[in-house]
């Protein structure tokens, strides 16, 4: 796992578990969940690279370290959906107010 995508792992963690705490919801559970739909979404795409994209990725370094954070990238965006639709769901479950 190169730095970038560590970093971001990182970042996904504090980040859920930050939001999870703003909405009164589980953190842990909530960091968790963004963890693996990060790993997932990377692993996925890190192996999707390995396999259509070996020439580009080895022919220069520049190239082969641009090629190699779009995993990181897929993986964040993928937390920031995942992250939205645990937002949408705890805003409609009934308050324990009612």
């Given at each position: 796992m190169l730095l970038l995508a560590k970093i971001l792992a990182v970042a996904v963690v504090?980040?859920?578990y930050l939001a999870a705490q703003a909405h009164k919801q589980p953190p842990i559970?909530?960091?968790?969940?963004?963890?693996?739909?990060?790993?997932?979404?990377?692993?996925l795409t890190y192996g999707l690279i390995h396999i259509l994209l070996p020439a580009a990725v080895t022919r220069t370094m520049v190239m082969g370290f641009?090629?190699?954070q779009?995993?990181?990238i897929s993986g964040a965006f993928?937390?920031?959906?995942?992250?939205?639709?645990?937002i949408a769901d705890a805003?409609?479950?009934?308050?324990?107010?009612?």
């Open positions: 504090i980040w859920f559970k909530w960091a968790i969940i963004g963890l693996i739909g990060y790993l997932l979404v990377w692993g641009l090629v190699m779009i995993p990181a993928a937390a920031y959906v995942i992250r939205g639709k645990l805003a409609n479950l009934p308050s324990e107010t009612e």
